[in-house]
């Protein structure tokens, strides 16, 4: 459940602004900004900051944020924030609430984060309401509530926002703040898992395996534990080395489960998990010779860098049935 920060400016008209030079100067920003030309964008929107402006203001505040076009400064981002924040700009009001929650560049309050997250949530700014939701389902700073952080959740997860999708799922699924219920919990997965939530996708190949709120599909289940596991998810790794390694709904193959289980010790976070992982790889390799362990090292490193796994076992996959062609 981690925090949503925004990560873009707010491409609109400034409605503050109604001369037709300050439209060219703020169009101007815009374009160089899509362009990743971020001194332009800057010297664009800094004299409409200074005159007042709260949308160049939250822009200006994003830039010092993620460090585009200048040195990262939290605290000028926090500046900026803080002067569009105070004219009722929701962007910026949800920005200041993720500064003061994370104390970037201000001592880290809780309190002040909810106070900004609830204005901005209160204009139907779905950052802001995701944030909240989550802050609820922690009890940071405010008692713990589920039932208020469904509320947020599904504000934010009915306007498209992925991480709100996810936990909205969540509540679903473990029956928080609402009651148990896997055919919504999967529904939420689907949505966030198609915008490239790893854990819904995780957590989608888990119910398609055991068929849980969705019919019983092995392929399915493989499908999305592979675009999980190529995200680098240990939990998802694992699984599907164990789909392998028993054949369920694929070809059985050690290989692809030893590189597998191999991966999932290395990228999981928890000791029991490390050790799942590990535990069930030594098994495996039991039953290999010592060709195959080999084959499946080496396929671990190259699975093991970001966004590899996908096309590594597929080229496995193909060299081996050359391989079995070959034969005689």
């Known amino acids: ?77 926090a500046k900026w924030y803080r002067l569009a924040a105070v004219q009722g700009n929701a962007s910026a009001q949800a920005n200041l609430g993720m500064i003061y929650e994370h104390g970037e560049g201000v001592p880290k309050d809780y309190k002040e984060a909810i106070r900004w997250y609830r204005l901005a949530a209160g204009q139907g700014d779905a950052v802001a309401q995701g944030n909240l939701g989550r802050i609820y389902a922690k009890g940071q700073g405010i008692p713990l509530d589920y039932k208020e952080a469904v509320k947020w959740y599904r504000l934010a997860a009915d306007q498209g926002v992925d ?11 473990f029956g928080k703040g609402v009651a148990q219920d896997y055919k919504e919990a999967a529904k939420w997965f689907q949505l966030a898992a198609k915008q490239g939530i790893a854990s819904s996708q995780y957590n989608l190949g888990v119910m398609y395996r055991d068929g849980r709120g969705v019919l019983q599909d092995y392929m399915e289940a493989i499908a999305w534990f592979l675009v999980a596991a190529d995200q680098g998810d240990a939990s998802a790794q694992h699984n599907l080395g164990a789909m392998y390694a028993s054949g369920q709904g694929v070809h059985q193959n050690s290989v692809f489960a030893y590189a597998l289980f191999n991966v999932s010790a290395t990228n999981a976070h928890s000791a029991d998990k490390i050790d799942g992982a590990a535990a069930n790889r030594e098994k495996l390799s039991s039953s290999m010779t010592a060709k195959e362990i080999a084959a499946a090292q080496a396929l671990s490193r190259e699975i093991s860098q970001p966004g590899m796994l996908l096309k590594a076992l597929d080229r496995y996959s193909k060299k081996q049935a050359i391989k079995e062609k070959a034969m005689p």
């Open 1 to 77: 459940m981690d925090a949503m920060r925004k990560i873009a400016v707010c491409f609109f008209i400034p409605l503050a602004i109604v001369t037709s030079s300050a439209y060219a100067d703020y169009d101007a920003g815009e374009a160089a900004y899509k362009k990743n030309d971020f001194a332009t964008a800057l010297k664009e929107w800094e004299p409409l900051a200074s005159q007042g402006d709260a949308v160049a203001q939250d822009n200006i505040g994003v830039m010092y944020d993620n460090g585009q076009g200048v040195q990262q400064d939290y605290k000028i981002a």
């Open 163 to 173: 991480t709100a999708q996810q936990n909205l799922g969540n509540a679903y699924l």
